[in-house]
């Protein structure tokens, strides 16, 4: 009877607390995870914000194929009429 006594103890007012701090430990670690990741992103986009005015930042550059736009003799004219 003993026995069935502490187990009941153990399982009705110690394996809660327990259960509630190992949960808030998890949620503040994972807030805090989460925070250092937001102050790094914004970190990063106000190092890579800082232009001048007017000044031109190319973050892609397409690669040279095999067609040339110098020898473009234009292209095929449509007509079209505007239809109201």
């Given at each position: 009877?003993?026995?069935?006594?502490?187990?009941?103890?153990?399982?009705?007012f110690?394996?809660?607390?327990l259960?509630?701090?190992?949960?808030?430990?998890?949620?503040?670690?994972q807030?805090?995870?989460?925070?250092?990741?937001?102050?790094?992103?914004?970190?990063?986009?106000?190092?890579?914000?800082?232009?001048?005015e007017?000044?031109?930042?190319v973050?892609?550059?397409?690669p040279?194929?095999?067609?040339?736009?110098?020898?473009?003799?234009?292209?095929?004219?449509?007509?079209?009429?505007?239809?109201?």
């Amino acid at each position: 009877m003993l026995k069935f006594l502490l187990i009941l103890f153990l399982i009705l007012f110690i394996f809660p607390r327990l259960l509630k701090w190992a949960l808030r430990g998890f949620v503040v670690s994972q807030l805090n995870k989460t925070q250092q990741d937001f102050q790094q992103k914004q970190q990063t986009y106000s190092n890579t914000s800082r232009k001048r005015e007017g000044e031109i930042d190319v973050d892609f550059i397409p690669p040279k194929n095999g067609k040339s736009s110098e020898n473009f003799n234009g292209g095929e004219y449509i007509d079209y009429e505007e239809v109201k």
